[in-house]
């Protein structure tokens, strides 16, 4: 179905211009799920390019994944393949978050009766040895997942995921 007669400049689903520089798709991106690249497209390795040779892919991602090595004449596209980064949307494309998570806090008090734990704090065991000098140390651990089950899921930060090739339409 074609929509005719618009009074308004044709918008795509996001709400963005229709791109009538690049009508081939220049520039967007093609996900594979193996190791695999179509005749129009690079693979997302972080090449440098000479501008002259891709003119309509320079034009549409120009110099935002530059890293200050390439020449005047050169562009780098994206290095989504060898940076293992998630793809997230962003009204900023082309801008790198690092990963984090969340603070993890708790308390260890005394209180008349004894010890009070909070958050990832836990009371571990009461009157064993642990100074030189010979005197009775209470022992308090520090667990976060007794935050968030999140913690101790993984040796890195890393949600669920399932590995693409990515490639980018040069034409």
Do not use: W
């Not at 009766?113 to 704090?121: H, L, Q, V």
């Amino acid at each position: 179905m074609e929509i005719k007669n618009l009074k308004t400049n044709p918008l795509n689903q996001n709400n963005y211009n229709i791109n009538k520089q690049t009508p081939d798709q220049v520039g967007s991106l093609v996900v594979y799920p193996v190791n695999y690249t179509h005749e129009n497209t690079l693979s997302c390795d972080g090449y440098v390019l000479l501008i002259e040779d891709y003119p309509l892919l320079y034009s549409v991602i120009g110099k935002k994944f530059n890293t200050g090595t390439e020449q005047a004449t050169e562009f780098r596209i994206p290095d989504y393949n060898i940076s293992g980064r998630f793809l997230q949307p962003s009204s900023s494309p082309a801008t790198k978050k690092e990963a984090g998570l969340p603070n993890i806090t708790g308390s260890v008090g005394v209180c008349g009766t004894g010890y009070t734990c909070t958050g990832a704090f836990y009371y571990l065991q009461k009157g064993s040895a642990l100074s030189n000098s010979g005197e009775q140390d209470n022992v308090h651990g520090f667990d976060a997942s007794r935050c968030s089950k999140i913690y101790g899921k993984s040796t890195t930060v890393q949600p669920p995921s399932q590995g693409v090739h990515v490639c980018i339409r040069y034409k």
